[in-house]
T-cell receptor, first 116, second 106 residues
Framework: NAGVMQNPRHLVRRRGQEARLRCSPM?????VYWYRQLPEEGLKFMVY????????ESGMPKERFSAEFPKEGPSILRIQQVVRGDSAAYFC??????????????FGSGTRLTVV | KNEVEQSPQNLTAQEGEFITINCSYS?????LHWLQQHPGGGIVSLFM???GKKKHGRLIATINIQEKHSSLHITASHPRDSAVYIC????????FGTGTSLTVIP
């Protein structure tokens, strides 16, 4: 799964700062998905993007969180004014298609955000 | 109640044992996925199922659509199989189980 690149791997932010998480999908993949894994909890879907479009943001918190996938460059998950409860692992996945064939669905290694 | 339930939560096995992890779901789905998360945190997609059974090496995944149940089997388990196994379903949106933590002891 090294094809989906997430950076940074670890990010420490003080309360109130902004966190920017980057995801570069696999070459040829135009669909990006962000997930959050809270401590002791499972993965939760946050947002699904295609290039320059947000397709489904039903899992995104209503405030402070935003995501983009510009025409050029990586997808960015932005968290403004971070709070302790934002501490989690954030995973990005990419696929060449919205649905099947799902074997093209590849995860990145995640960004571990710690808010102090 | 979670839309996806996995059991057991934790599992310890001796090397060579046959392992089964179960997943039940309560929503309508278009596909079910088994994911593997290694201690370093990386996630690998193992299987996507919409019916029947799939096999990849020592891993076998089955799904019963009528019973809304899937199982992941590992034959001849090995310490390198130690990981968290996550069941996920896709319907109107994505739902994930909380994972089964597997430790295989040499």
């Amino acid at each position: 799964n090294a094809g989906v690149m997430q950076n940074p791997r670890h990010l420490v932010r003080r309360r109130g700062q902004e966190a920017r998480l980057r995801c570069s999908p696999m070459k040829g993949h135009s669909h990006v998905y962000w997930y959050r894994q809270l401590p002791e909890e499972g993965l939760k879907f946050m947002v699904y993007l295609q290039k320059e479009n947000i397709i489904d943001e039903s899992g995104m918190p209503k405030e402070r969180f935003s995501a983009e996938f510009p025409k050029e460059g990586p997808s960015i998950l932005r968290i403004q004014q971070v709070v302790r409860g934002d501490s989690a692992a954030y995973f990005c996945a990419s696929s060449p298609h919205r649905t099947a064939p799902w074997w093209g669905y590849t995860f990145g290694s995640g960004t571990r955000l710690t808010v102090v | 109640k979670n839309e996806v339930e996995q059991s057991p939560q934790n599992l310890t096995a001796q090397e060579g044992e046959f392992i089964t992890i179960n997943c039940s779901y309560s929503v309508g789905i278009s596909a079910l996925h088994w994911l593997q998360q290694h201690p370093g945190g990386g996630i690998v997609s193992l299987f996507m199922l919409s019916s029947g059974k799939k096999k990849h090496g020592r891993l076998i995944a089955t799904i019963n659509i009528q019973e809304k149940h899937s199982s992941l089997h590992i034959t001849a388990s090995h310490p390198r199989d130690s990981a968290v196994y996550i069941c996920a379903v896709t319907g109107n949106q994505f739902y994930f189980g909380t994972g089964t933590s597997l430790t295989v002891i040499p």
